[in-house]
């Protein structure tokens, strides 16, 4: 059975993707209903919006499909590390690397987190306007580089390591959506790409984990020398700007709302490691703002080959998306869906684990989840302890690679008069 959508127009629809792909797809879900079959240039797209077929592909039936395109445009950065392999390679590099991300190692970085939080407090001015985003991926980075590379040396190099992935990243954005792609391999084109991707690769191949068990594992997933970097970068891209932007959405959001911002005071001054338990309602902020502003906006299969889920044809090659900005924004699941209202989330979860995504689901859900859950929980009350953030002017998102903001998010920070902590 075909599913419903539209049958015509593919190329009108890759324009109107390129120009704002989340109003495409809430136009096609409004449309045709929570499974839509698509033409999008010359490809055929399957967007998926109901819990129950999303947790099919992510889930159930994973082997039936790979990675999508996604994050093709950046493989010559990420190359086959754990976020874009397949199959028997991703299986033994999941097992390697599991360990490392278990909650009672996470704890253990306590330490390196707090220092590096509270190093990147120390320069806040009072009263001068800057860009809370920006600032974020930075910390982000920084809290990257502490806890899975951690050593202090290298807090020299991050500057360098920020802006050297953050325009690869925006160029592999950029080239994704051009239709003129000069081959790197062409001499004399693309001579900035080159030029930033060589002072990184100088930089990631002078990287060695010195936290355990980081340090073990590390061998056994890096055999060679190109796989070594794939993987350092992996890592460094899968959580720099995802967690870069869920702190600023958080931050930004809760300054928003003064009542929330005093729950999550109140949290803010004890002593311990940070965790949902100690701290329920700055937690029940990152959630939901993690829900209003997921930083992965969309998440893309390819079936292997033809695939019947129930009534759910995938033909082989064909490409399936799942938006978790648009399975947060169901009122079935979320009254007041596009509010934000952290309290929903003070002992509640939904029904359906698919219904709430933002570290996607099933085998391949994020492994780093437990580490930026824990890295934004005490960056958010180390920073509301600390200051207070006044917000200027409205928002708006910029779906790129990661969900940003459209423009600067400009904020103020006055240091709380009573501030605990020191
Ligand atoms: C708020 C922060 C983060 C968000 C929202 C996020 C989101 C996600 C999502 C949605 C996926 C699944 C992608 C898919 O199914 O196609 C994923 C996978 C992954 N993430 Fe995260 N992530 C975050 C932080 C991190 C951190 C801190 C790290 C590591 C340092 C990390 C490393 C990875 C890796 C390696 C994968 C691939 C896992 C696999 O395929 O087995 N992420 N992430």
Same mark, same amino acid.
């Given at each position: 059975?075909?599913? !419903?959508?539209?049958?015509?127009?593919?190329?009108? %629809?890759?324009?109107?993707? *390129?120009?704002?792909?989340?109003?495409?797809?809430?136009?096609?879900?409004?449309?045709?209903?929570?499974?839509?079959?698509?033409?999008?240039?010359?490809?055929?797209?399957?967007?998926?919006?109901?819990?129950?077929?999303?947790?099919?592909? /992510?889930?159930?039936?994973?082997?039936?499909?790979?990675?999508?395109?996604?994050?093709? !445009?950046?493989?010559?950065?990420?190359?086959?590390? /754990?976020?874009?392999?397949?199959?028997?390679?991703?299986?033994?590099? %999941?097992?390697?690397?599991? !360990?490392?991300?278990?909650?009672?190692?996470?704890?253990?970085?306590?330490?390196?987190?707090?220092?590096?939080?509270?190093?990147?407090? #120390?320069?806040?001015?009072?009263?001068?306007?800057?860009?809370?985003?920006?600032?974020?991926?930075?910390?982000? /980075?920084?809290?990257?580089?502490?806890?899975?590379?951690?050593?202090?040396?290298?807090?020299?190099?991050?500057?360098?390591?920020?802006?050297?992935?953050?325009?690869?990243?925006?160029?592999? @954005?950029?080239?994704?959506?051009?239709?003129?792609?000069?081959? @790197?391999?062409?001499?004399?084109?693309?001579?900035?790409?080159?030029?930033?991707? #060589?002072?990184?690769?100088?930089?990631?191949?002078?990287?060695?984990?010195?936290?355990?068990?980081?340090?073990?594992?590390?061998?056994?997933?890096? &055999?060679?020398?190109?796989?070594?970097?794939? =993987?350092?970068?992996?890592?460094?891209?899968?959580?720099?700007?995802?967690?870069? *932007?869920?702190?600023?959405?958080? /931050?930004?959001?809760?300054?928003?709302?003064?009542?929330?911002?005093? &729950?999550?005071? #109140?949290?803010?001054? =004890?002593?311990?490691? !940070?965790?949902?338990?100690?701290?329920?309602?700055?937690?029940?902020?990152?959630?939901?703002?993690?829900?209003? @502003?997921?930083?992965?906006?969309?998440?893309?299969?390819?079936?292997? *080959?033809?695939?019947?889920?129930?009534?759910?044809?995938?033909?082989?090659?064909?490409?399936?998306?799942?938006?978790?900005?648009?399975?947060?924004?169901?009122?079935?699941? @979320?009254?007041?869906?596009?509010?934000?209202?952290?309290?929903?989330?003070?002992?509640? &979860?939904?029904?359906?684990?698919?219904?709430?995504?933002?570290?996607?689901?099933?085998?391949?859900?994020?492994?780093?989840?437990?580490?930026?859950?824990?890295?934004?929980?005490?960056?958010?009350?180390?920073?509301?302890?600390?200051?207070?953030?006044?917000?200027?002017?409205?928002?708006?998102?910029?779906?790129?690679?990661?969900?940003?903001?459209?423009?600067?998010?400009?904020?103020?920070?006055?240091?709380?008069?009573?501030?605990?902590?020191?």
């Amino acid at each position: 059975m075909s599913m !419903p959508g539209p049958r015509d127009g593919g190329l009108a %629809r890759l324009r109107f993707f *390129h120009r704002d792909p989340l109003g495409l797809f809430q136009s096609l879900i409004r449309d045709f209903g929570p499974r839509v079959q698509f033409r999008m240039g010359p490809w055929t797209f399957f967007l998926l919006n109901e819990s129950e077929s999303v947790g099919q592909v /992510l889930a159930h039936h994973r082997p039936h499909f790979h990675k999508g395109p996604g994050l093709e !445009p950046s493989n010559p950065l990420i190359g086959q590390g /754990l976020l874009t392999s397949d199959e028997d390679d991703w299986i033994e590099q %999941r097992r390697a690397l599991a !360990p490392v991300f278990r909650p009672q190692n996470i704890s253990s970085m306590r330490p390196w987190l707090e220092e590096a939080v509270d190093q990147s407090l #120390q320069n806040w001015e009072d009263g001068e306007p800057f860009d809370l985003e920006s600032r974020m991926l930075r910390l982000s /980075l920084t809290l990257a580089l502490h806890t899975l590379f951690a050593d202090p040396s290298h807090d020299d190099w991050i500057p360098e390591i920020g802006s050297d992935v953050t325009w690869l990243m925006d160029h592999f @954005y950029r080239r994704s959506r051009s239709v003129w792609r000069f081959p @790197y391999n062409v001499p004399g084109f693309n001579r900035r790409y080159h030029a930033h991707a #060589q002072r990184l690769r100088r930089v990631v191949d002078r990287l060695t984990p010195t936290t355990p068990p980081f340090d073990t594992v590390w061998p056994h997933v890096s &055999k060679e020398r190109e796989r070594r970097y794939h =993987q350092t970068l992996t890592l460094i891209v899968a959580g720099f700007e995802t967690t870069g *932007h869920a702190m600023a959405w958080a /931050l930004d959001l809760m300054a928003r709302h003064p009542a929330v911002e005093s &729950k999550v005071l #109140q949290e803010s001054g =004890q002593d311990v490691f !940070p965790t949902p338990e100690t701290h329920p309602w700055t937690h029940a902020v990152l959630l939901e703002s993690l829900r209003l @502003y997921p930083p992965v906006w969309l998440l893309s299969r390819r079936a292997v *080959h033809d695939v019947t889920l129930g009534d759910l044809r995938l033909p082989e090659r064909s490409i399936t998306l799942i938006s978790p900005w648009l399975m947060h924004r169901n009122a079935d699941v @979320y009254p007041e869906a596009s509010h934000f209202r952290p309290e929903r989330w003070l002992g509640w &979860k939904p029904e359906s684990p698919y219904d709430f995504i933002p570290f996607g689901a099933g085998p391949r859900r994020c492994i780093g989840e437990h580490l930026a859950l824990t890295e934004a929980l005490m960056a958010v009350s180390r920073i509301v302890n600390r200051y207070r953030l006044i917000p200027t002017g409205p928002r708006d998102i910029f779906p790129g690679l990661t969900l940003g903001a459209s423009a600067p998010m400009w904020v103020t920070a006055t240091p709380r008069a009573a501030a605990r902590g020191g």
